[in-house]
């Protein structure tokens, strides 16, 4: 069983960046994405990213603003958050092992982090 951890939410001003980090432990993934779910809403495909290929894609959403990237060691992945707003806000959630369905799709998934709140006002 892959074990995932989110770290880096916190509370920003509309315009701000945050940087979302997590890591992995167990069997190494293949494919590492990022949700988010504000309250009362659907849990959402943010961005995904393949460790093997280098392949990243986002939810139009959040194009040009976000970047997801990997260390060296392939064992973390980023989420940088650029020029935020409060729609952004959520609790951000890392997942791997998708087994079936889109990567923007949280059903596939099987393995999942804890989620790191992101709250962004004025």
């Known amino acids: 069983e892959d074990q995932l951890v989110e770290t880096g939410g916190g509370s920003v001003q509309p315009g701000g960046s945050l940087r979302l980090s997590c890591t992995a432990s167990g069997s190494t993934v293949n494919w590492i994405a990022w949700f988010r779910q504000a309250p009362g809403k659907e849990r959402e495909g943010v961005a995904g990213t393949s460790i093997n290929g280098g392949v990243s894609y986002y939810t139009d959403s959040v194009k040009g603003r976000f970047t997801i990237s990997r260390d060296n060691a392939k064992s973390t992945v980023y989420l940088q958050m650029n020029s935020l707003k409060p729609e952004d806000s959520a609790v951000y959630f890392c997942?791997?092992?998708?087994?079936?369905?889109?990567?923007?799709?949280?059903?596939?998934?099987?393995?999942w982090g804890q989620g790191t709140l992101v709250t962004v006002s004025s």
């Open positions: 997942a791997a092992d998708l087994r079936e369905g889109y990567w923007y799709l949280p059903d596939g998934y099987q393995a």
